[in-house]
């Protein structure tokens, strides 16, 4: 079974100038002659973990990891109300994404990440496949409003007594409101105490649907910080309640656009809050992409989706 690497400090770290009021927290691990690799995280709005450098072998591996608008360390910081999210938004990311490449002398890196990594990996790919040498993604998702609607009511099928309390939490938006929109204008509420509800009940729904998930931690949403907690609910609420500025369907249509770039998707059969078929219609879409099924694995993986991982960014490392 892998084991993670030992943990490892940043050799350097940075505030990026982005525009618009903001600033981008990065760090680099690691060779600083090794093979770029960019951390994606997840969220929106999870911000960068210190785990995250362990997946990476640092004697052969530059790794790259930062924190996306208004989460983490970034500032403006979202968990305030004051912050303005007009700037906030899937363009500006890759733009962000794309600006710290330049600022480190990067020519290509390898991409990693799962969740709603994978949907920011895939978007900026696309955009700029020139740019990316490999991608591994545990947890595909495409944020489709297909997707986004199966987060936020579809699955409420297997969970429905925790997702009444949801559609209760939110406003009165009810049963076939936009209850990702309620929960967004909620979390950006002037009153400190509907904007902690909110927080609360939002991630009191999404650790109910990965409850299931026996090879996951306990609570991963409702277990963080109060301010990182406010920050992931009001990001993610923006970002879904917009569907990430996306077409429908716009990033498997455009998968075509990573033939050359070799990638390894990882998925869990027991996802919930991603279902599997998004991870099967990319790899069909995607020339040369492998996908890797883990049976008794859901969205947050395991040990088997750890493996798969680090066996993926192993093999990767002997590459350009």
């Not at 960019?38 to 930062?66: I, K, M, N, W």
């Not at 990996?121 to 955009?127: G, N, P, S, T, V």
């Not at 027991?270 to 879409?285: F, N, Q, V």
């Amino acid at each position: 079974m892998g084991e993670l690497h030992p943990p490892v400090e940043p050799y350097a770290k940075g505030m990026l100038d982005v525009g618009d009021g903001n600033a981008v927290y990065w760090e680099t691990c690691g060779n600083p002659d090794g093979k770029p690799a960019l951390v994606v995280h997840g969220g929106p709005g999870s911000g960068c973990t210190e785990r995250a450098r362990r997946l990476f072998d640092p004697a052969r591996y530059r790794v790259v990891l930062f924190d996306q608008r208004g989460c983490g360390r970034s500032t403006p910081h979202a968990s305030d109300p004051a912050t303005d999210m007009r700037h906030n938004t899937t363009g500006h990311l890759l733009a962000d994404m794309e600006r710290l490449r330049e600022h480190l002398g990067i020519g290509r890196w390898l991409l990693y990440g799962g969740s709603w990594g994978s949907t920011l990996i895939l978007a900026y790919a696309e955009r700029y496949p020139e740019r990316v040498s490999e991608i591994v993604i545990p947890a595909v998702t495409t944020t489709r409003r297909s997707e986004i609607d199966w987060l936020y009511r579809g699955v409420g099928r297997y969970f429905p007594e925790q997702w009444e309390r949801f559609v209760a939490g939110s406003g009165g938006a009810g049963r076939e409101g936009d209850l990702v929109g309620a929960y967004a204008r909620l979390a950006a509420d002037p009153d400190e105490e509907v904007r902690a509800k909110a927080t609360a009940d939002w991630c009191a729904w999404e650790d109910a649907v990965l409850s299931g998930e026996t090879k996951g931690g306990p609570a991963p949403y409702t277990g963080r910080p109060p301010a990182a907690r406010l920050a992931l609910v009001r990001i993610c609420s923006h970002y879904f309640s917009h569907g990430a500025w996306l077409e429908e369907g716009e990033l498997l249509r455009g998968a075509h656009r990573l033939a050359g770039i070799p990638g390894v998707l990882i998925h869990g059969r027991l996802d919930m809050g991603s279902p599997l078929d998004t991870a099967w219609e990319l790899a069909r879409a995607w020339p040369g992409a492998e996908l890797t099924v883990v049976e008794e694995a859901g969205h947050t993986g395991g040990p088997t989706t750890l493996d798969h991982v680090l066996g993926a960014l192993d093999r990767f490392a002997a590459g350009d």
